[in-house]
C-alpha cells in the first residue's frame, strides 16, 4: 500500500491528504514520532495551562496524549475535512473540551493572540516542499499567521526533519520576526520509522528536530540556540552556525544509518569524531568503524577502546593496525574507539557509559536492539596521559610534552605537534634512578631506548664509519634532532664520536634539552639552521664528517615520500653531501616512500653521487636505511656485508659495555645481514 507520496509536491495538497487518510483509516500517522518519543521536548516548552493549537493535526495521537496527561485546552486544525470528521467522532466522548477544525494553516480564521502554543508536527515539511515562488510564499504566509495568533510570549514548537531550505527560511524568518528561535534535536523521535520510498525498519532513523520560536514584543539583539546533544543548550552568533551544526548532526545520522543497513567489507573503515557538547573545536573521541566478511566462529559486533596514549601505536593509528586487530578480536564489525589529548577521563566504566549511544547507533542490523555490546581493551584501566609542558613553536605551531603509560604500566614521555596529532614526533622512555642531590630515585631519560627500529640501524652506519676511519676519530651530522634520542644514543654508545646536530626550529632544541635529556657539550652540539643551507655552507668551507645521516620529515603530505623532503634528495644537494663525507666517509639516509616510481628515482639519484649504495629494509615498518660512499675498501658487496655485521656487533658489545641494553643482541646479525641489497 502507497502511503507517503512518490512526489515531495503531492505534500502540500488537500486532495492527497484526503486521499491518504482515506487510506490509512483509524491507524495513527506517526512519521515523526509518536508522544513518548517527543514528551521531553513538548514538556519542555508547553505546559498545561497553555492554550494550545496543533496545526496540521492529522489523525495524529498527539493530541489525545497530551490531553490525557492534562493538557486539556487544545483546539486542532487540517486542511483535511476527512480527517476532521474522524478525529471529532474518536474523542466526542473521551475528550470533549478538545476542539477539531477544518482550516487552512495559511489563512486561519482565529482572532490575534489568540493561542500561547502553536504546535506544529510535520505540516512546515509537508508545506515546503520545495522552493518555488508559490510555496515560499505559501509557507512565509503560514510563518505571518503562526505570529498573528500568538500572545506575546508564546511559542511555535515545530518538529521537522529540517531539510536544508526549510531551515535556512526558519533561522531567516523568525530572528527578524523579533523572535527567539531555538533549534533542538528529538533524540527518541523517528527511530525504526520509514517510508515505502525509505525503509528503514531496520532500526535506522530519521533526524527529527525541533523548532522553538518564542514570540517577543522587542528584541533588540536576534538570539540563536542550539541543542544537539543531550540537554546542552549552546547560544551562537551567526544563522550559519546553526545551519552547520544541523548539516553535521544529519550527516552523521546518515552514516550510521548506512552502517545499519549494510557491511563496509572491502571498503575503506568510516571514521567519525565525537565531541562533548562543551566543547566544539576539540573531538573527545574518535571512532574508526571497519567491517570484514562474516567468518564462522566471529561475533557480529564491538568496540575496542583504546588506552589513552597508546593511539599512535601502529595497531591503533594506521587502517592497517587497525585491520590486523579486527582479524585478531574476531568482530564482523568492529569500532575502535580512540581518546583524544586535553580531556579527562575518569575510568574505562565511565567511557563505557558515555559511548555507549554512540556505539549503539553505529550497530549492523543483525544485533538485535537492547542486545549487550561487548567493550574490548587492552587491560582494564582506561590509560594514563599527563601534560608536562606545553609550548608554541614559530615554525611547527603549538605542541604538547606528555608522560603516557604503556605497555606493563613503562613510562614513556611524547613530543606531539597539535597540528598533527596523529604523528609522535619524538619519544623517550622514563626510567626510576638516584640522581645527585636526591634520596629518592627521580625520573630520568632511558638513552638506551629508541623510540624508532632505524635509528639503530643508523647507529651501526655510523659504526661502520668510525671502523674506517683511519685517523681514529670519528666527527658525525645528524640532519635532523628532534628529541634528540637517535644523537643521545650515539653519544652514550659510540665514545669515539663527535656529533653535530643540525635543527631548524630553536624551539625543539630547547625541548630536546629540557625534556628528553639531550646533554650538549664537547662531543654533542647542536646547530640551529636550515639543514640545505648547513649542507652549502659546510661544503663550501671544506668541511669534513666520517658519516653524514639524514633523520628529517616531510611536512608536504601531498607526495608519496614522508621522509626526507624532496628537496634534500636534488643534485646539489647530493653533491654537497658527497663533498661532506669525501672519498671515505659514509652517507646514512632514512627513507620512507611509498610511492614506488620516487623510490627508483631517489635510488637513481643516490647512484650518480656515489659508486656503492647498499640498503637495508626494515621488517615491521615502511623505513629503508640506504648507505652511500665511495671508498673502495666497500666495493664488493661481500665487503660490504662483513664490515656491516662487524659494526653491528660492535654496537651490539657497545651496547652492553655502556650498559644501554640487557638484551645479547640489539641487532639481528643474521637477519640484517641476509636482508641488506644493493
Same mark, same amino acid.
Given at each position: ?136 510564499? %505559501? ?79 522587542? %528584541? ?33 545520522? %546518515? ?116 542486545? @549487550? ?16 609542558? *606545553?609550548?608554541? @613553536? ?37 626510567? %626510576? ?54 644523537? *643521545? ?7 669515539? *664520536? ?97 610511492? =614506488? ?21 626494515? =621488517? ?15 666495493? =664488493? ?32 646479525? @643474521? ?8
Amino acid at each position: 500500500m502507497n502511503l507517503l507520496p512518490k512526489s515531495t509536491a503531492d505534500f502540500g495538497s488537500t486532495e492527497y491528504w484526503n486521499s491518504f487518510f482515506r487510506k490509512r483509516g483509524k491507524q495513527a500517522f506517526e512519521w515523526y514520532g509518536e508522544y513518548p518519543e517527543l514528551c521531553t521536548q513538548l514538556h519542555q516548552y508547553i505546559k498545561p495551562k497553555d492554550e494550545i493549537l496543533v496545526v496540521g493535526c492529522g489523525n495524529s495521537k498527539l493530541s489525545m496524549d497530551l490531553y490525557d496527561v492534562g493538557f486539556k485546552k487544545i483546539t486542532n486544525i487540517d486542511i483535511s475535512p476527512v480527517v476532521i470528521k474522524q478525529m471529532q467522532e474518536a474523542n466526542r466522548l473521551n475528550r470533549p473540551e478538545m476542539t477539531w477544525n477544518q482550516m487552512d494553516a495559511t489563512a486561519m480564521t482565529f482572532p490575534n493572540e489568540t493561542f500561547s502554543v502553536v504546535l506544529d508536527k510535520g505540516t512546515l515539511d509537508a508545506l515546503f516542499t520545495d522552493e518555488s515562488t508559490t510555496v515560499v510564499t %505559501m509557507v512565509r504566509n503560514y510563518f505571518a499567521e503562526i505570529g498573528r495568533v500568538l500572545r506575546p510570549a508564546g511559542r511555535y514548537v515545530c518538529i521537522s526533519l529540517l531539510q536544508e531550505h526549510i531551515l535556512r527560511e526558519v533561522v531567516s524568518h523568525f530572528p527578524a520576526a523579533h523572535f527567539m528561535l531555538r533549534i533542538v534535536r528529538c533524540p527518541e523521535a523517528g527511530k525504526g520509522r520509514g517510508t515505502e520510498d525509505a525503509p528503514n525498519a531496520d532500526g535506522s532513523s530519521l533526524v527529527v528536530f525541533a523548532i522553538v520560536a518564542t514570540k517577543l514584543k522587542n %528584541m533588540p539583539l536576534r538570539v540563536l540556540e542550539v541543542g544537539l546533544a543531550g540537554s546542552h543548550i549552546e547560544r551562537v552568533q551567526r544563522p550559519e552556525e546553526i545551519i552547520a551544526a544541523v548539516a553535521a548532526t544529519q550527516k552523521a545520522a %546518515m552514516v550510521c544509518n548506512g552502517l545499519a543497513r549494510g557491511s563496509i567489507a572491502g571498503m575503506a573503515e568510516v571514521s567519525l569524531d565525537l565531541f562533548s557538547p562543551s566543547d566544539k573545536e576539540r573531538p573527545r573521541y574518535t571512532i574508526h568503524v571497519l567491517d570484514q566478511a562474516p567468518k564462522r566462529g566471529n561475533g557480529k559486533y564491538a568496540a575496542f577502546i583504546v588506552p589513552q596514549g597508546r593511539e599512535t601505536e601502529w595497531l591503533f593509528a594506521t587502517p592497517a593496525g587497525r585491520r590486523k586487530l579486527q582479524e585478531s578480536a574476531k568482530f564482523d564489525r568492529l569500532a575502535i574507539v580512540t581518546l583524544h589529548r586535553g580531556h579527562l577521563y575518569t575510568d574505562l566504566e565511565a567511557v563505557k557509559a558515555e559511548l555507549a549511544e554512540s556505539v549503539k547507533s553505529l550497530a549492523p542490523q543483525q544485533v538485535l536492539q537492547g542486545a @549487550s555490546i561487548p567493550y574490548l581493551s587492552i587491560g582494564a584501566e582506561v590509560g594514563r596521559r599527563e601534560t608536562i609542558h *606545553t609550548g608554541r @613553536s614559530e615554525l611547527s605551531g603549538e605542541y604538547v610534552v606528555e608522560e603516557i603509560a604503556g605497555e606493563n604500566g613503562r613510562l614513556f614521555r611524547r613530543l606531539v605537534f597539535l597540528s598533527n596529532q596523529a604523528v609522535v614526533q619524538s619519544e623517550a622512555a622514563l626510567k %626510576m634512578a638516584r640522581v645527585r642531590g636526591s634520596r629518592a630515585p627521580q625520573k630520568v631519560i632511558d638513552a638506551g631506548y629508541l623510540a624508532c627500529q632505524h635509528h639503530l640501524f643508523m647507529t651501526v652506519g655510523v659504526q661502520l664509519a668510525a671502523n674506517m676511519d683511519a685517523t681514529g676519530s670519528c666527527p658525525i651530522a645528524v640532519v635532523g634532532l628532534g628529541g634528540g634520542g637517535l644523537c *643521545t644514543f650515539i653519544r652514550e654508545c659510540l665514545k669515539k *664520536t663527535t656529533i653535530t646536530a643540525v635543527e631548524i626550529d630553536p624551539e625543539v632544541e630547547q625541548i630536546a634539552v629540557k625534556y628528553f635529556g639531550l646533554t650538549l657539550d664537547a662531543r654533542l652540539r647542536v646547530v640551529i639552521a636550515d639543514g640545505l643551507q648547513f649542507l652549502a655552507d659546510e661544503a663550501a668551507r671544506g668541511a669534513h664528517y666520517s658519516a653524514l645521516l639524514f633523520d628529517v620529515d616531510s611536512k608536504d603530505a601531498s607526495v608519496g615520500m614522508s621522509c626526507p623532503p624532496a628537496a634534500f634528495l636534488e643534485r646539489e644537494v647530493l653533491a654537497n653531501v658527497r663533498k661532506l663525507t669525501g672519498d671515505c666517509g659514509l652517507f646514512v639516509l632514512n627513507l620512507v616512500c611509498r610511492n =614506488e616510481a620516487l623510490r627508483e628515482t631517489t635510488v637513481e639519484g643516490l647512484k650518480r653521487a656515489y659508486r656503492y649504495v647498499l640498503s637495508y629494509q626494515l =621488517e615491521e615498518d615502511v623505513n629503508e636505511i640506504f648507505y652511500c660512499t665511495d671508498n673502495e675498501r666497500l666495493k =664488493e658487496v661481500t665487503n660490504w656485508q662483513e664490515l656491516l655485521r662487524t659494526a653491528a656487533d660492535d654496537v651490539n658489545k657497545l651496547a652492553r659495555k655502556e650498559k644501554l641494553t640487557l638484551e645479547q643482541e640489539l641487532v639481528d646479525l @643474521s637477519d640484517f645481514i641476509t636482508a641488506l641489497k644493493i
